[in-house]
Nanobody, 127 residues
Framework: QVQLVESGGGLVQSGGSLRLSCAAS????????MGWFRQAPGKEREFVAG????????YYADSVKGRFTISRDNAKNTVYLQMNSLKPEDTAVYYC????????????????????WGQGTQVTVSS
């Protein structure tokens, strides 16, 4: 089992930037595909970004392409989400997730394919 802890959320103005971090426990971080999801009030949880075990492949929701960047540092057991040009519609609780079974790109988009989840960090973007 792996434990995930998100940090870096907060309140920013529209057009601003924020960097989220997800710290993972354990020695086998590099064996997990990782993803970021978000859930806004009254809405379903949605995929934001995913990254392969080595970091060679990344995947993004259309709504964040060109604005968000996912990356990972396996030596630090950490995955990041750099968020630029933030919009009020980006306001949500952001969750980090880890998967043991994702090996094809389509699976990154499905929350059911992830095995472990963090508790989330609030991101609020004001206009």
């Amino acid at each position: 089992q792996v434990q995930l802890v998100e940090s870096g959320g907060g309140l920013v103005q529209s057009g601003g930037s924020l960097r989220l971090s997800c710290a993972a426990s354990g020695r086998t971080f590099s064996s997990y595909a990782m993803g970021w999801f978000r859930q806004a009030p009254g809405k379903e949880r949605e995929f934001v970004a995913g990254i392969s075990r080595s970091g060679s492949n990344t995947y993004y929701a259309d709504s964040v392409k060109g604005r968000f960047t996912i990356s990972r540092d396996n030596a630090k057991n950490t995955v990041y989400l750099q968020m630029n040009s933030l919009k009020p519609e980006d306001t949500a609780v952001y969750y980090c997730a880890a998967s043991e079974n994702i090996y094809v790109r389509g699976a990154y988009y499905s929350s059911s394919r992830y095995d472990y989840w963090g508790q989330g960090t609030q991101v609020t973007v004001s206009s």
